[in-house]
DNA sequence: GCCTAGGTCCCGTTG
DNA sequence: CAACGGGGCCTAGGC
């Protein structure tokens, strides 16, 4: 079974393992994207090491010579490889051996047996955006700081500091400075003792000097720390970030149409 | 072009929009590995937000429902879904709708274009050893014996007794029979189980034996039941293992570069 | 090049 | 279950 356009497409099933190294080296010399799926082992060695027996896998090499290892379960590939690996191929005994250097870390994978193997060149100049995420969590603050308080007013993005980087540094309506520290996720004890670390210098200098975690939700232990550290937390969620932006953009945001329950 | 046996392996090269819903049913109901490339729009609407215009991906969805795409590059998937995502398909305006709901998240996949369609069962039950396997483990102990204890003298390798087999048997540096269970992952009660059994029995004739567990970690419930029967845990990584085995060879080992910090 | 911080992180362990 | 720490994390940005 073959289908063929130019060096563009070809796939074929069952094939024998000799057959797969003449189409392996066209598709690796077409820098076209790779499919083989069949029965391999296959062993990692870099940073750590890896075995794993025979078994049924789809192996996919990329047009820019990445490779990916998936199992028929989980969502993560059991082994992979950078994009710019140096991909060879070759055949003998009945194995089929294709191997991936980078960097010092070797891919090798062996098959005894393959059901499928196809290769095709995919067009994909699409542009990939992301929504909701921490960024615009920030970016909506500087767009509607009463998000955050009534008066409070952000002065700078990424502030650095002697023992890292401030999200957010602004002052409160009375003229307090205001530390921000953003999490799109819920914020742990970790988060709290990182503000801490930011707040607990300069408050030397300024104990009016106040430290808040944002975030959609915070955990009890990070709570409770919060508390005997004197810091505060105020609920915002990525989406109502990610919808104040966007309805900015088109003027049409006030603060009546912001339903405070979303926050 | 088609090829099919039993519902456990179905291909097809171009096929219509409405032949894949059909070929998608059939996958998921058998709980087979589908792999699609096609040109597509996708968008995701969970934790964050995504979207990203058309383009030529592949699309896999595996035999416990998680769901991978991927573009012609890079090593990371532009979009997914966890295992146990509820996944439905339908067809109309000459577009395919793939639809992916997990917990408040959903990923849409609209193709316009399907290039292939497959989809297989596929068999995998080999186990994945990261550093090192057990046997890796095991031959560790016998090229360096004193990261068990200082003095101790492994003798054989998978004795066989009336219970069952000892990985290993030696001596400790009083001359006391030692009886070694090695495990890989985080020993567990069923382990100390195993273990005592071999011991049980062997305390008759002999009761300064000792049975040691040897394992990178050990359950509470596991080294409750441990102190009970008198048996003993040593922590043990496949990291450091795989560290012994590989310097070994090189003949580079002391006891002195052996962090023992890192077992 | 190093280092830092973020991620739809994912994943396993712990309380 | 929540919560926490680690990863062949990967990846983007700053210096």
Same mark, same amino acid.
């Given at each position: 079974m073959l289908a063929e356009c130019m060096g563009r497409f070809k796939l074929e099933v069952n094939p024998s393992l000799d057959r797969c190294g003449e189409i392996i080296h066209e598709a690796l010399s077409n820098k076209a994207v790779l499919i083989i799926v069949g029965n391999c082992i296959i062993d990692y060695n870099g940073r750590a090491s890896s075995k794993i027996g025979f078994g049924e896998r789809i192996l996919i090499v990329k047009s820019d010579s990445s490779v990916i290892i998936h199992r028929p379960?989980? #969502?993560?590939?059991?082994n992979w490889q950078p994009s710019g690996s140096i991909i060879k191929c070759e055949y003998g005994r009945n194995i089929l051996k294709i191997s991936s250097y980078f960097k010092g870390e070797v891919l090798n994978v062996a098959f005894k047996n393959i059901v499928l193997i196809s290769f095709m060149k995919l067009e994909d100049e699409a542009e990939f955006s992301m929504y909701a995420t921490e960024e615009d969590m920030k970016k909506a603050i500087f767009m509607n700081?009463? #998000? #955050?308080?009534?008066g409070f007013i952000p002065i700078t993005d990424e502030k650095h500091v002697s023992s890292g980087f401030i999200d957010i540094y602004g002052k409160d309506s009375k003229g307090n400075t205001v530390v921000i520290e953003v999490k799109k996720d819920m914020a742990l004890k970790d988060d709290v003792i990182q503000l801490y670390r930011y707040v607990e210098g300069m408050r030397k200098n300024n104990p009016s000097i106040r430290g808040i975690i944002v975030s959609p939700s915070i955990s009890s232990s990070a709570k409770h720390l919060l508390v005997k550290t004197n810091l505060e937390h105020v609920k915002l969620t990525p989406k109502i970030c990610s919808k104040i932006i966007h309805e900015a953009e088109r003027g049409k945001l006030t603060l009546d149409n912001l339903n405070i329950n979303d926050r």
């Amino acid at each position: 079974m073959l289908a063929e356009c130019m060096g563009r497409f070809k796939l074929e099933v069952n094939p024998s393992l000799d057959r797969c190294g003449e189409i392996i080296h066209e598709a690796l010399s077409n820098k076209a994207v790779l499919i083989i799926v069949g029965n391999c082992i296959i062993d990692y060695n870099g940073r750590a090491s890896s075995k794993i027996g025979f078994g049924e896998r789809i192996l996919i090499v990329k047009s820019d010579s990445s490779v990916i290892i998936h199992r028929p379960r989980g #969502i993560k590939p059991v082994n992979w490889q950078p994009s710019g690996s140096i991909i060879k191929c070759e055949y003998g005994r009945n194995i089929l051996k294709i191997s991936s250097y980078f960097k010092g870390e070797v891919l090798n994978v062996a098959f005894k047996n393959i059901v499928l193997i196809s290769f095709m060149k995919l067009e994909d100049e699409a542009e990939f955006s992301m929504y909701a995420t921490e960024e615009d969590m920030k970016k909506a603050i500087f767009m509607n700081p009463n #998000i #955050i308080e009534r008066g409070f007013i952000p002065i700078t993005d990424e502030k650095h500091v002697s023992s890292g980087f401030i999200d957010i540094y602004g002052k409160d309506s009375k003229g307090n400075t205001v530390v921000i520290e953003v999490k799109k996720d819920m914020a742990l004890k970790d988060d709290v003792i990182q503000l801490y670390r930011y707040v607990e210098g300069m408050r030397k200098n300024n104990p009016s000097i106040r430290g808040i975690i944002v975030s959609p939700s915070i955990s009890s232990s990070a709570k409770h720390l919060l508390v005997k550290t004197n810091l505060e937390h105020v609920k915002l969620t990525p989406k109502i970030c990610s919808k104040i932006i966007h309805e900015a953009e088109r003027g049409k945001l006030t603060l009546d149409n912001l339903n405070i329950n979303d926050r």
